[in-house]
């Protein structure tokens, strides 16, 4: 049996590599490295590596504080007084935006004047009790911080025209047209107040004037401080103003802030669709110098975004141009934007 034994095993030897061969053949073809890799280790006796230990999971983190939700503010969208930071320089609504086709009054302005020289219509105008009113009034924002202050800086235009349009035969003028651009830096607050939420504060470089030669032209200078706050539906709005001087030669009306007057307060219901605000302005003067208007704004729906607009208004001061004239005005109409 011995010669038996080295020829079996020489066998053994020469058999070795074919079978080899065969078996790298076999891993050759394979695509994927991993398998190719793990094919050509069992072929040289490799132990195959232990499966990675599983990566711990991550320790979870502490709860983080949410931020109190902030109730629908319409200040605040109005504003940005909850950290919005809107793209600059971008055009939005102001004031609101309307058009009313007719509008009443109790008294026509025929011989404007004011006691200023040169400033009296001698020859009555020929105008209509019934005439046309609208305004159109935009805002953008300037900066979102000012002196490195959480104040904000802001333009403002708006223009009011009223339109003698069924006044044919002085060929539909327009009799009076109000400028008013505006300079505003508002700051955020959030201070509770008798009930109510005060939301901003403001302070605003106003100019308004008719652009009209004389003795129609009149116009002044302003610096408005703001107050707002609200509560729920409710928004009331705190206006004081001062009149920044100006020469007597060069002053188209000299008495205005005494029939306009020297602040206003406003306050406003929106519901729905639905808004009603009143508007009450004062001289802030006692006996004959005591004036002012009140002015009621009704908004309800119509279709889609279109509202329909009834304004009443009575006192001093619709426009310039009557600014001491006391006066009824009613007008019917739609509005677009910025009522909210």
């Not at 930071?85 to 109790?106: I, M």
């Not at 605003?204 to 729920?232: K, Y």
């Not at 206003?264 to 006692?286: D, F, K, N, P, T």
């Not at 006066?327 to 677009?336: D, N, P």
Request: glycine share 8%.
């Amino acid at each position: 049996m011995r010669p038996l034994l080295p020829a079996l095993a020489l066998l053994a030897l020469l058999a070795a590599p074919a079978a080899a061969q065969t078996r790298a053949a076999d891993c050759t073809p394979l695509d994927d490295p991993a398998a190719r890799l793990a094919c050509y280790d069992r072929l040289h006796g490799r132990p195959e590596p232990a499966a990675p230990a599983a990566a711990p999971a991550p320790a979870a983190s502490a709860p983080q504080p949410t931020p109190p939700e902030d109730p629908d503010s319409q200040l605040g969208a109005r504003w940005d007084l909850d950290g919005q930071r809107p793209a600059l320089f971008a055009p939005r609504a102001y004031k609101p935006v309307y058009l009313l086709p007719a509008t009443w009054t109790s008294r026509v302005n025929r011989t404007p004047a004011t006691p200023t020289p040169d400033h009296s219509v001698n020859d009555p105008l020929n105008l209509k009790s019934v005439e046309a009113k609208y305004q159109i009034s935009l805002k953008t924002k300037f900066s979102h911080r000012l002196f490195g202050l959480p104040v904000s800086l802001w333009g403002g235009y708006t223009q009011s025209s009223r339109w003698q349009v069924y006044n044919g035969a002085d060929s539909r003028p327009f009799r009076e047209t109000n400028y008013e651009p505006e300079l505003m830096a508002v700051a955020p607050l959030d201070l509770p107040l008798a009930g109510w939420r005060l939301r901003m504060a403001g302070l605003a470089l106003n100019h308004q004037s008719n652009g009209r030669a004389l003795p129609l032209s009149r116009s002044w200078n302003r610096v408005i401080g703001t107050l707002a706050a609200e509560r729920g539906d409710w928004m009331a709005e705190l206006r004081p103003w001062v009149r920044l001087p100006e020469d007597a030669a060069d002053d188209d009306n000299p008495d205005i802030a005494d029939y306009v007057g020297r602040g206003e307060l406003r306050v406003a219901r929106y519901w729905g669709e639905h808004a009603l605000s009143v508007q009450l302005r004062h001289s802030l003067r006692g006996g004959a110098r005591s004036r002012g208007s009140v002015q009621l704004d009704y908004v309800f729906p119509l279709a889609g975004a279109l509202h329909g607009q009834l304004q009443l208004f009575s006192g001093y001061g619709e426009s310039l141009v009557d600014y001491n004239l006391r006066q009824t005005k009613a007008g019917l109409g739609v509005t677009i934007a910025g009522w909210r």
